[in-house]
């Protein structure tokens, strides 16, 4: 094989990444929006590639991955247009009031409801919607929020890892890799509800002194009225069509942004009163702006051959010993991904691992170690996933209203409650890996099993 020599556009790249990477992961030192940095990154990728031959505005285009990006807009959507009618409300309090001031079985139950929902809609859609909720029913119930809002984010960080559009990062990886909705699912489900089970255990010794408190009885029944019943039975029945469509759409040769764009279409023409100005305002354009940059910025560094260069390095130590070579990059990836957010890590892993598969390596597991890794580790600090952010900023906004410091979930609490979660899921998942690694490597056989059931 050709040994590749540093040259002046890899150097260029190289320096380029890693200063927008940085600007992105201290973003709370400096207080410039991550989205800026990344921006910022594309901008001077796309003009030093053309001033040095290795890049231009064409390849930049080409190297943001539309169907990440069309499949996270549509969902949005869906769920700015589900929001309004009241049932993700009427399903929050309905659990309130089924727990009857049961502390753990209200966790465990709204823990699930956030999880299921993570499969479909995301993990950062789910807790924005029952964050405030969260805090809303357990301030009437006059007990700390925070294990509650924890829980949430922890066990929907964990259950996303589960289905291709579950968390961000699945969708990347699957998208890059041609990984299927279901054979995602077909491998990292049974992991996944392992390491959640495993998860909604150990929160009730973490949280044994705050779910031992006496709760105020309320009558969360008069509140579970729909505003809107009919756009919420038709999203219903759209969000049970798409499924349908995620598990065929190989089948269709359909891609899964497609399926998302089918049911918004559905939504919008069905649903009542649906306005589309009002809705799509409603995008987080910012978010998908930071996942456009990412792309660019990798797909500069990718031709250069940048990421080629530094893949040569790691090759012998992945063809010495794969199973190695994974569980060790589940658990970098799940550290790394705990302190500087999981989806810039896994852009930037991504062309590595294909750089990998060029050279003849079988990366099968290594898709499957990544995609736990990132998942996982999300649970390690506020800064691990997006979700986790949103969590913090909320619980902050309660104790700055309510003059009470302690309701405020910081850094260090977090990292207290959910570090032993992250390793606990990693643990298991490491494990699961090396009894059944044949599986997770050779995925050929299993591939075909899903798609002879589905046929």
Known sequence: MEVLEMDTPMLVSGVILVFTFIGIFTEGVHGFHRGKFALGGAGAMVLAGQYFGFYNPDLAIEAIDWNVIFLLGAMMTIVAIMIPTGGFQMLAYKIADFSKGRLFLLMALMGTLVTVLSLLLDNVTTVVIFGPLIILIARSME???????????????????????????????GSAAGIGFNTFFYHMGGIVFVAWVATLIALKFIFKKELAEKPVLRDFSQQEELHD?????????????????????RQMHWEAWFVAGMGLTLLVFFGKEVDMDEHFADVELTLLMFFMALFIIVGGVENSKFLEYIGQFILPYVQQDLL??????????????????????????????????????NTNALWWALAAGVGMGGNGSHLGSTANVFIVTISEKLAKDEGRPELAITPGMWIKKGSPIMILTLTICSIIMTLFFDFYSNPDAAIGIVEAVVE
């Not at 019943?229 to 759409?249: D, E, N, Q, R, S």
């Not at 190695?324 to 589940?330: E, R």
């Open 229 to 249: 019943p009919y756009t919420w039975k038709v999203a219903l029945i759209v969000l049970g069509v798409m499924v349908v469509g995620f598990i065929l759409h």
């Open 324 to 361: 190695t070579a994974c569980i060790l990059l589940m658990w970098v990836a799940a550290f790394l991904s705990a302190f500087i957010d999981n989806i810039p890590f896994t852009a930037a892993m991504i062309p590595v691992i294909l750089g990998l598969e060029q050279q003849g390596v």
């Open 143 to 173: 007990v700390n929020p925070i294990p509650y809002l924890l829980a949430a984010a922890l066990l929907s960080d964990t259950g996303g890892v589960a289905t291709l559009v579950g968390d961000p990062p699945n969708l990347m990886i």
